[in-house]
């Protein structure tokens, strides 16, 4: 699912190279991984760092903050760099949901809304600055700031928002993977088939994925008595590590999933 949706002025003049990949479907496989590896690690690093809720967050948001240094002083998309600041982000979504949720005490219902409501915000000053919203384009410190802007919120957002549905409707862990990939695939089809718009296809599918991601993780780690497959944090969170480095590992290789200047300078996005 490829974003196409409105062009960025003078895209057609400018060289630069996009600072993040192009949507493929190593993309995708990646993208739920990562957000898998969101939940099991958040809940490893809360059991076994012994630093509490709020020193996890802390400490997690700190290294975030060192990956993103390296990301923004980047001058390209390099796969090493952007695929673990997408793992970190997750960690660290999961971690402010949580936080909000049980260390302060916010209903999921309002936590989701407070959510929405800053994510909405973020699409809304990112296309009166810019005047775009394309993936395709984040190739200045500007667009990149609003872009990990919007990856962070779409994490917690999620992690909110998967929670409480899980919890409205009890439907157990692989159901409830399940049903998000029936809705991920729904706006597939939408958008393929009935012209939805590219852009919010592609967001809608971001966010929809960390639920997705969330519901795998607690399936393969949780015990068997709890609905799980009883692998543990420490063997889902390592399994998944291990599948995210071999990708990476390939794309740099491969460079399958550049976006090269002379495609991205003239593509709506």
């Not at 390099?78 to 005490?105: F, H, K, N």
């Not at 190739?139 to 990990?148: I, M």
Request: proline fraction near 4%; glycine fraction near 8%.
């Amino acid at each position: 699912m490829v974003p196409e949706a409105g062009q960025a002025p003078g895209s057609r003049d400018r060289l630069r190279r996009s600072k993040v990949p192009e949507v493929t479907v190593y993309f995708w496989i990646i993208k739920v991984l990562c957000t898998t590896v969101g939940e099991t690690a958040a809940d490893l690093l809360n059991e076994r760092a012994g630093l509490g809720l709020t020193g996890v967050s802390v400490l997690m948001s700190a290294l975030l903050a060192v990956v993103l240094v390296v990301q923004f002083r980047s001058s390209a998309y390099r796969p090493g760099v952007y695929w673990p600041a997408v793992a970190l982000i997750s960690v660290v979504g999961t971690l402010i949901s949580d936080d909000l949720t049980e260390g302060m005490g916010v209903p999921l219902e309002t936590s989701t809304t407070v959510f929405v409501i800053v994510l909405a915000l973020v699409f809304v000053v990112w296309y009166r600055r810019e005047r775009t919203l394309s993936i395709h384009h984040i190739d200045t410190t500007g667009r990149e700031s609003f872009y990990w802007s919007a990856v962070l919120f779409t994490f917690a957002l999620g992690a909110a928002a998967g929670d409480l549905v899980s919890e409205r409707i009890d439907l157990g862990y692989w159901l409830s993977a399940v049903l998000f990939a029936a809705v991920i695939a729904a706006v597939a089809i939408a958008h393929f088939a009935l012209d939805l718009d590219a852009l919010w296809s592609f967001w809608i599918a971001y966010i929809l994925t960390r639920p997705l991601g969330d519901s795998i993780g607690d399936y393969l780690s949780q015990p068997t008595g709890d609905g799980g497959l009883g692998l543990g944090t420490v063997v889902t969170s390592a399994l998944f590590l291990a599948v995210i480095l071999g990708l990476v590992i390939y794309l740099s290789a491969t460079r399958r999933d550049v976006v090269e200047p002379e495609h991205a300078s003239g593509r709506p996005a």
